[in-house]
């Protein structure tokens, strides 16, 4: 049996690497290295985490203490498939014990590594919770409605999206994207946004909801390095309509169930669905609410057309007969009296 020696030192192997055994091959290799001390920032509020020269958004705790650890370790760049296993461990309020494992291999050689470092954190405030707690804002979103009050049920409804879109800001590592307070007041709401450009995307999310209209007032408030600095104040105004008004749209009399980008309804004089782009609409007006709707009696019902008693007058009127009639005469049915005429609601 032929044996085989290593030519280095001498000692029977039967692996060889590069021509040595192995405890000739590794050597004084070292799988990684890392320093016995580590340093990281991290924003005691909203637990941001400073890299690369700016506030990233973090994750839990132990996982960002092992990222600095990773961050800081140099692995042999003649390694391949290195498997690493960290263990943190709190000392205290701002320093961790980790415990690493790794393995890996260098030309086909298994090799590992066992070693204990310290992360320091350095707990810093980030920009943005600075800019929050210090009230800062570079824009304003008025929510108000034309020609009428907003109702509660909308303007909840506008923060809800207007939070949701910050939310999705942040997400993106947007970290100004915040939403600074909101103020409510007698005619609307004010939201003001840490960002300008936060302001346009809550006035476009909105307006895909409830359409409206919107305009911008830039003011100067200062300069910075040169630049001058605006703040920007959203005035947004909801639609004037809202469902269960009563509205003249050319003429056709429609009972708004829907108003946003289009307003939707019921023609009130045939019965048929009505749908059309809110800025396409020309001549439209506000003529009654459901709210002001009377019941009075179904006199006749000839086909084309219907009788009804005029609850006030007591005079037999006759309108046209909408496709949504399915009461029978003598019962009693709800009308709305405005400037048009008469007509039965659904």
């Known amino acids: 049996m032929v044996r085989s020696f290593c030519p280095k030192c001498g000692n029977d192997a039967d692996v060889f690497y590069d021509n040595v055994c192995y405890q000739c091959f590794i050597g004084n290799k070292k799988l990684l290295a890392s320093p016995q001390i580590v340093y990281g920032r991290i924003c005691p509020t909203c637990g941001s985490v400073f890299r690369k020269g700016k506030w990233q958004i973090g994750g839990k705790k132990e996982d960002t203490v092992n990222s600095f650890v990773k961050e800081n370790l140099e692995i042999n760049r003649d390694a391949n498939s290195v498997e ?20 890996g291999e260098l030309k086909g050689a298994p090799i590992d590594a066992v070693f204990d470092t310290e992360v320091r954190i350095s707990w810093e405030t980030c920009d943005t919770c600075s800019r929050i707690a210090g009230g800062y804002f570079e824009g304003i979103v008025q929510i108000r409605a034309d020609k009428r009050l907003p109702t509660q049920e909308e303007l909840k409804r506008c923060v809800t999206i207007a939070k949701g879109v910050a939310a999705r800001s942040l997400e993106k590592g947007d970290k ?57 104040t959203y005035a947004l105004r909801l639609p004037e309509f809202v469902k269960g008004d009563i509205i003249s749209v050319d003429g056709t009399v429609i009972e708004v169930q829907g108003c946003g980008k289009h307003v939707s309804g019921i023609d009130l004089e045939t019965g048929k669905r009505f749908m059309e782009n809110f800025n396409d609409l020309i001549d439209i007006k506000k003529i009654s609410r459901r709210d002001d709707a009377m019941s009075a009696v179904l006199v006749a019902d000839e086909g084309k057309t219907i009788q009804v008693l005029d609850p006030h007058s007591y005079e037999t009127i ?12 003598g019962n009693e049915i709800k009308i709305v009296k405005t400037e048009k005429g008469i007509f039965v609601l659904p």
Request: hydrophobic share 40%.
């Open 176 to 232: 100004l994207a915040f939403i600074a307070r909101t103020e409510e007041l007698p005619e609307g709401i004010d939201i003001y946004v840490g960002l300008i450009k936060l302001g346009r995307q809550i006035c476009r999310a909105v307006m895909d909801t409830f359409g409206g209209k919107i305009t911008e007032s830039p003011k100067l408030v200062g300069q910075k390095n040169g630049v001058d600095l605006y703040r920007i």
């Open 318 to 329: 006759t309108v046209k007969r909408p496709e949504f009639l399915n009461v029978e005469p």
């Open 84 to 103: 690493l296993v960290l263990t943190p461990k709190q000392l205290d309020y701002s320093r961790y014990r980790v415990h690493v494992e790794a393995k």
